[in-house]
């Protein structure tokens, strides 16, 4: 891979991660995904004192679909047991698909909740903070991530291309999904737009919503 492409594909990964922050919360919201990483990160969190109850929210995905027969969610939950969680900490919400779906059903599982601690992937850090303050608002919501470097460490379950093809589609949808009411607005820095721009003309377009393929 050239190292142009590189350089801005770790623009974006370094900018949409960079809005990670944590903070003693009602509960724990887990987007699952394709990387059992992320419930790692969410145990030890909690390991930590910063919430009693663990929310594991996940069905199926573009990625685990095709990986996993089971929920996303079922699958972090075995990872969680074994990692020493008490079963009685963990609520299971194992329909939603997407973000706005993991923020929505986690709302209704915990209505009377102030400040919310989610935790997902490095890359999805900034949908997911910007998902949460369209869906849930009067939330306080933090959204944290394990530590993951780029391009080295990302999971080898999508590799490097498929991390790309990722960030550039999630880009898209932060400049896009404010106008639907699934995230708050939010300006990208024009180095943002020009990387994500060279890596839409590279070929990475295999995230991207329909009508932009």
Request: one cysteine or more.
């Amino acid at each position: 891979m050239e190292s142009s492409t590189l350089a801005h594909a770790r623009t974006l990964w370094n900018y949409l991660s960079s809005f990670r922050s944590e903070g003693p919360a009602d509960a724990i919201v887990v987007c699952c995904s394709y990387d059992l990483r992320v419930c790692d990160h969410a145990c030890e969190l909690l390991n930590e004192g910063l919430a009693q109850r663990l929310v594991l929210s996940g069905n199926t995905g573009n990625w685990t679909r095709h990986l996993w027969t089971r929920p996303e969610a079922a699958v972090f939950a075995e990872r969680a047991l074994a990692k020493g969680i008490p079963e009685a900490s963990i609520v299971l919400e194992d329909r939603a698909t997407n973000f706005g779906e993991n923020v929505r059903l986690a709302r209704e599982l915990l209505p009377d909740a102030k400040h919310v601690l989610f935790v997902t992937k490095p890359n999805s850090v900034l949908r997911v903070l910007l998902t949460a303050r369209a869906q849930w608002p009067g939330v306080e919501a933090n959204v944290s991530c394990p530590d993951i470097w780029f391009p080295d460490a990302v999971s080898n379950i999508v590799g490097v291309l498929g991390v790309i093809d990722e960030m550039v589609g999630d880009v898209e949808r932060i400049r896009e999904y404010p106008k639907r009411g699934y995230q708050a607005p939010h300006v990208l820095p024009t180095e943002v737009d020009e990387s994500w721009g060279y890596l839409v003309q590279q070929g990475f377009t295999h995230h991207l919503m329909a009508k932009s393929r």
